[in-house]
């Protein structure tokens, strides 16, 4: 199993310019989850999937778009980068139902720089 | 605001010692604890989680939780210059999805050879 994979690695966008950042899981997880990162900040959440076709908005979710076709894709969508937008995007997902414990694990992260 | 707090440090501790990183919670009706580990410019990885009261052990980890006082501990044993990273403590959200997860700033640890 590969677990939690992201691509890019690294991107630096313009501002104004829009990119998808993509995130696959090969685990069966039913949940995935997109969070950012900046320095000395912690990790805060931008969007949650439940499940295909079921997502919904975490702490910080504007200036950003996701959708859930399939179980193991979970891509965000950013629309007119900003230099706010400049982080370290971490893709998570986690297996939710009977006796889970609500275990998440964590993609290698896309280093993503707005200029 | 829910919150999960920690020492931001570092916290520096000789190879060899015991090092103790701690966490307190907000939200009392959270039921679930996670410790991840995360070296500079990598991810999160999950290395202990808890869901009782009382001490889980793993190796050199050992994971201490206090739901009274709303305090989650992290011990590591014998500490070695390779468990110098950030520490994060995480604890369940269950004002919004059951999966969601609230994490602390994290602790730096050094360990000094």
């Known amino acids: 199993n590969a677990g939690v994979t992201q691509t890019p690695k690294f991107r630096i966008l313009k501002i104004g310019q829009s990119m998808t950042l993509q995130c696959t899981q090969d685990?069966?997880?039913?949940?995935m989850y997109w969070y950012r990162q900046d320095p000395g900040m912690g990790l805060k959440l931008i969007y949650y999937?439940?499940?295909?076709?079921?997502?919904d908005k975490g702490e910080v979710p504007n200036g950003y778009n996701v959708s859930r076709s399939t179980t193991e894709d979970f891509p965000l969508r950013l629309e007119l980068a900003a230099p706010s937008q400049t982080s370290v995007y971490f893709c998570?997902?986690?297996?939710?139902?009977?006796?889970?414990?609500?275990?998440?694990?964590f993609g290698p992260g896309t280093r993503l720089t707005v200029l | 605001q829910k919150e999960v707090e920690q020492n931001s440090g570092p916290l520096s501790v000789p190879e060899g010692a015991i090092a103790s990183l701690n966490c307190t919670y907000s939200?009392?009706?959270?039921?679930?604890f996670f410790w991840y580990r995360q070296y500079s410019g990598k991810s999160p990885e999950l290395i202990m989680s808890?869901?009782?009261?009382g001490d889980k052990e793993d190796g050199r980890f050992t994971a201490q939780l206090n739901k009274a006082s709303q305090y989650v501990s992290l011990l590591i044993r014998d500490s070695q210059p390779s468990d110098s990273a950030t520490y994060l403590c995480?604890?369940?959200?269950?004002?919004?999805?059951?999966?969601?997860?609230?994490f602390g700033k994290g602790t730096k640890l050094s360990v000094k050879p």
């Open positions: 999937s439940v499940g295909a076709g079921i997502t």
């Open positions: 808890i869901y009782s009261n």
């Open positions: 995480a604890v369940t959200d269950y004002g919004g999805s059951q999966g969601n997860l609230i």
């Open positions: 939200d009392r009706v959270s039921q679930s």
């Open positions: 685990m069966n997880h039913n949940y």
């Open positions: 998570a997902s986690s297996y939710q139902g009977q006796g889970a414990r609500n275990e998440q694990f």
